[in-house]
């Protein structure tokens, strides 16, 4: 095996789930869960934490489109509740619930790609 790897863009690996560093191994082991490790190549996932990241996303760019088509119903065909149910229930989960993997995924990827750490503090002297 060899020791250098491509230097992989962290949309190509992150969206599609492979490892940051060769491209082979899966991330996951579960739907959200983080895989050990690389089965390919060994890399330990334990630097990756995306934290919030994907849910933010998600609520920011998904979430407000289903508020809206549940207002929009509510105000223009005052809708009953089992409308919303039926109309917004599935619309919310087919644009949250998809969306969560692969931008975990890629917030791994971009933390490998760009070596990023927690932060500390600069002390002079």
């Given at each position: 095996m060899s020791d250098s790897?491509?230097?992989l863009p962290p949309m190509q690996t992150g969206i599609r789930g492979r490892c940051p560093r060769c491209g082979e191994g899966h991330l996951f082991k579960g739907f959200l869960t983080l895989a050990p490790r690389c089965e390919a190549c060994g890399l330990d996932?334990?630097?990756?934490?995306?934290?919030?990241?994907?849910?933010?996303?998600?609520?920011c760019f998904a979430c407000v489109p289903s508020v809206l088509l549940a207002v929009w119903l509510e105000v223009a065909f005052s809708a009953s509740l089992?409308?919303?149910?039926?109309v917004t229930g599935p619309f919310m989960l087919l644009t949250c619930i998809p969306p969560l993997r692969p931008l975990k995924g890629w917030l791994?990827?971009?933390?490998?790609?760009?070596?990023?750490e927690e932060g500390k503090l600069a002390r002079s002297g």
């Open positions: 790897y491509p230097i996932y334990g630097f990756a934490d995306p934290a919030d990241g994907p849910a933010f996303f998600v609520i089992m409308t919303q149910l039926l791994v990827a971009s933390q490998y790609f760009y070596k990023a």
